[in-house]
């Protein structure tokens, strides 16, 4: 199962990376582990400097910005 | 020449809009524009109109530009200077690199646990919020480009004397150690295509209009009030340009605020026009957006408390003193 994680610590933008993971899980119809991270020291060790960030399976694909709809399905399903 | 002063009347300043609007004052709603009311509905909906439109061309345009700079490029960049060569560089990507507040944490974390001196970081942090393109443009629109070129070159020096200062103080001890213990291995820096920058800026241009909206009208506002309302006497009692705590007055005032720098502008263009003097308009501006309490709640996180105290003096300092200077020398300006 694909195992997604949204680094931020609490801003508008972090709470909309989130929404739009799981509509494009739904649209994917695809099961994943989504979880939020809030605490800094975790967000740090995924060395990334502006948040909000995603993460899958373990690899960062943006930081940053929160990017379209087809662009994050792609970066969801590309790191199968 | 004539053409520039054509193109930077009718792009800027906007003259056709605001005779769009005197029109609509004068034909529609049946007001005479040398009466309070008539002109403050003129400067209302003239200042509104001119700074949404200006705000979307311009953050489209900066977004796209900044997304070639993200935070990590930055840092590569400053690694490789030292001194204050590093501070200057800083200062200057400050103003350039896209920047959420809420970064502000993971940025700091990220730039000191890189082994940039945190006098560096600070410049960054400080010329970040200081020096926006957009609202340098907005200057040079509400004032001109004499006024907007100073206030950059005077923004990017506090930048840069600020962090310096820092850097020179041993203040290291002052930062929560969790920040130093995390390794500083270079991240990929992540390759947009056109099509990711477009709808970066696009995204960009609605995200902030959303955020500021509701400043920009309040800050019209007040600046309508400014403009037409309030009596001249109160303003020179307050503000006056002989009066000597008016720059001190306008920072102390400042500081505590929150509020986007485009909501300001609109009220500082209104006190010049009233006769306050420019370097308190503009240390107004500068300690509204410099410094604001909700920063300062997110530093904490990361510096303690006698450090954040030593940042917060170092640019308040600052801001007073580029103000009296632009109150000395303002005749240069306007």
Redesign the interface.
Known sequence: MVEIKVL????A??KQLEKDVFNALAELDLAADVEKVQD??K???Y?????PALVVNGK?K???????AD?LKKLITEER | MAIFQWLNDQLLRMEWLSNLVALLVKNVFDLDLGSNLGGSIHFYIYDVIKIFILLSVLIFTISYIQSFFPPERTRQILGKYKGITANIFSALLGTVTPFCSCSSIPLFIGFTSAGLPIGVTFSFLISSPLVDLASVILLASIFNWKIAIAYVIVGVILAVIGGSIISRSNLEQYVEPFVYGNDSLDVDIEEMTTRNRIDFATDQVKDIIKRVWLYILIGVGIGALIHNWIPQPIIDAVLGQDKWYSVALATLVGIPMYADIFGTLPIAEALVLKGVGLGTALAFMMAVTALSLPSMILLSNVVKTKLLAVFVGIVSIGIIIIGYTFNAISYLFI
């Open positions: 931020g610590t609490g801003c933008k972090c800094i020291k967000i740090m060790s060395k990334v400097m502006s948040t960062v943006v930081a940053g910005r929160v990017p379209r662009e």
